[in-house]
């Protein structure tokens, strides 16, 4: 056997030390030449894929953007007027205008307008205040937008799950579950036994399992699919303040409408009290009144929106560092997080449904 020749070694340590800092030289020096071209904006790319949008934006193929259109449909002044998303031509900027029934629309971060006759000097046809808000005309729009049809999606999904699971039953002669009802029962049974009983009681809950159901699993299957990376119909639907505000409206108007006389009693008269104490805690009570569905409105809100907001955030630090030896550490935290994600989508459901079966039997409690 030959003998190590040491010097060979060092030199070529060397060499290959040379080799690594002359590549990363030239690929730093490349990078910032394409960051001079088109600077990375963090909040803009974070607040496009959290938003809502008029397509499913799928990705980039040499540079054009491969998406799914939806439906437009507007209320303008001359009546309804519809066209498919892909007429704007992927902008955003105001930079293009649709002509539908003698009338111009443009499209400006998301929301559509009027459209002015001329460009202005930044190539829109509309106009921005100081603040750089459009001053033009927003058309009433009722567009099917990804989130509209992420909703109607899951809808959908669950009456073919629980078709399905109500047909096995039928078919089976000991009652038995059998196919996707083996996996849908066991969680019939937990909202019924953890959820609804203890807190609406034993003689009363029946009446509100249905709408205790629909809203955890509406909120459950919502929230896997924004968790999809690779599904063309992902959307941030629990995201939007406008679909937990409609869900907690839902939960208020319930609680308000079966309220029992101790309710409002407890709320407006607390027994037990002296006056003028009585009196100081009843605008407190009305108040919370209206507090505990806000709660619940932004607790599912802030929660869903804030784990996506987490996981892009660090992918991003990639573009941010402007250096490829950051991914790892991006790709791990970002795997850690959404593993948390999974088990935060179905947290938020059942906190969402238990808060309403708490505020049902707080309204349905009767006078001790």
Excluded: C
């Amino acid at each position: 056997m030959g003998t190590i020749n040491y010097n060979h070694i060092k030199k070529l340590i060397l060499g290959l030390f040379f080799v690594f800092a002359f590549s990363s030289l030239i690929a730093q020096e490349h990078q910032e030449e394409t960051i001079k071209v088109e600077e990375f904006n963090i909040t803009e790319m974070i607040m496009h894929h959290i938003g809502d949008s008029h397509n499913f934006h799928i990705l980039d193929w040499n540079g054009h953007p491969l998406s799914i259109s939806l439906p437009i449909i507007l209320w303008t002044d001359n009546g309804l007027v519809t066209f498919m998303s892909n007429e704007f031509h992927h902008d955003e900027k105001g930079t293009v205008v649709v002509e539908k029934g003698n009338q111009r629309f443009t499209l400006f971060h998301g929301k559509i307008y009027y459209a002015n006759d001329t460009k202005n000097s930044n190539g829109e046809y509309i106009t921005l205040d100081y603040e750089n808000h459009p001053k033009n005309l927003k058309v009433i729009d009722l567009s099917i937008t990804k989130n509209v049809f992420s909703m109607f999606l899951s809808i959908i999904v669950l009456i073919i799950l629980f078709l399905a699971a109500a047909r096995s039953y039928k078919k089976s002669n000991n009652n038995m579950p059998s196919g996707i009802a083996k996996f849908i029962e066991p969680i019939i049974i937990f909202i019924r036994d953890e959820v609804a009983i203890p807190n609406i009681g034993e003689h009363k809950y029946r009446k509100y399992m249905p709408f205790l159901l629909t809203i955890f699993f509406f909120i459950w299957l919502n929230n896997i699919f924004g968790l999809i990376p690779f599904f063309p119909f992902s959307s941030n639907l629990s995201g939007n303040i406008g679909f937990t505000f409609t869900l907690a409206l839902l939960t208020f108007i319930i609680t308000t409408v079966v309220a029992k006389k101790n309710y409002w009693k407890h709320i407006f008269w607390m027994p037990g009290l002296p006056v003028p104490m009585k009196i100081f805690l009843a605008p407190i009570e009305f108040i919370g009144m209206f507090v505990k569905p806000i709660a619940l409105m932004i607790r599912l809100f802030a929660n869903i929106t804030a784990g996506h907001v987490i996981v892009l955030s660090l992918i991003s630090l990639i573009f941010i560092l402007k250096t490829v030896w950051i991914s790892p550490a991006s790709v791990i935290f970002t795997v850690f997080i959404s593993v948390i994600e999974i088990l935060v989508v179905a947290i938020q459901a059942y906190i969402f449904t238990m808060l309403s079966a708490l505020y049902f039997g707080q309204a349905l409690e009767e006078e001790h």
